[in-house]
């Protein structure tokens, strides 16, 4: 089996502390011992799902591998004294893992103009890449055993599913056998990024932790979900004094 490194909790729930260097070098072992790993990207939002329904719980806990995707995650990180090497979020894993031209990838989500876009825009930055297929994220749940059949028919190494957290794990717990795949990664509005309809907040906001904040300035309907930030860190706050 693929050796995950350390391991810290936040709120009870499993990080990673891993570079994206030894996230890569796991995905890779893991398809060349033709395994399996379920791979989450976490982020405070997700933390406070978890930390506050049982059932979205098990889908973190339960995970093989949870990477820290928000900045959130990182500050958490500090606070309980146990600092993560770096942040791995879902758009820098599927990019990485493109610009290596290794695997064979297959897409699931997002609108069904927003995928085929997000192809073309992939087989032009990204020539030597193996995309074996992709579908559209708004199918009907009958539809889901060809879908997982096609998955495993194309051979895909790694199946990415962006239909935001947590259907997007559900559907690779629910799959896992007939799909076949080695890596599953949920990888929410990465193909929103990808296709160019949604832009990443410019670089100095990555580094000052401030993605969530350009996000929120450039579609103000995240507000709602984005309320989820200030009580996580209420509650990290206060699992921190126990
Ligand atoms: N989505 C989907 N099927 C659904 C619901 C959502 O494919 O039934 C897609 C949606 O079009 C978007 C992504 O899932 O591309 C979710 O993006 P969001 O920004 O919510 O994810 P985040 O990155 O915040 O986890």
């Known amino acids: 089996m693929a050796a995950k490194g350390r391991e810290i909790r936040v709120l009870g729930l499993p990080v990673s502390d891993s570079t994206m260097e030894e996230t890569l070098a796991y995905i890779d072992k893991t398809v060349a ?16 799902l978890a930390a506050t329904d049982q059932k979205v719980r098990h889908i973190i806990e339960t995970a093989d591998y949870v990477t820290a995707d928000g900045s959130g995650i990182l500050w958490a990180a500090e606070r309980y004294g146990t600092p993560l090497k770096e942040r791995v ?8 893992l493109l610009a290596r031209g290794k695997h064979r990838f297959y ?14 825009k992939i087989h032009s930055d990204y020539p030597d890449v193996s995309i074996v297929g992709y579908h559209d994220g708004y199918f009907k749940e009958e539809e889901s055993a060809a879908i997982a059949q096609e998955i495993a028919a ?3 190494d790694i199946l990415f599913v962006a239909m935001g957290f947590p259907k997007q ?6 799959h896992r056998e007939e799909t076949g795949i080695h890596v599953a990664i949920g990888v929410g509005g990465s193909l929103d990024v990808l296709s160019g309809n949604v832009k ?4 100095v906001f990555q580094k000052m932790g401030m993605e969530w904040f350009y996000r929120l300035c450039t ?3 995240r507000i709602k979900r984005m309320m989820a930030l200030p009580k996580f860190m209420s509650l990290v706050k206060k699992d921190c004094k126990k």
């Open 107 to 120: 897409f699931l989500g997002a609108h069904p103009d927003v995928i085929e876009t997000a192809m073309m």
């Open 89 to 96: 979020s879902g758009i820098d894993l599927v990019q990485h």
């Open 33 to 48: 011992e033709q395994g399996y790993a379920r791979i989450v990207t976490m982020n405070a939002e997700i933390a406070y």
């Open 219 to 221: 579609d103000p309907k």
């Open 154 to 156: 194309a051979q895909t």
């Open 169 to 174: 794990d559900q559907w690779i717990m629910e």
């Open 200 to 203: 990443r907040a410019p670089k």
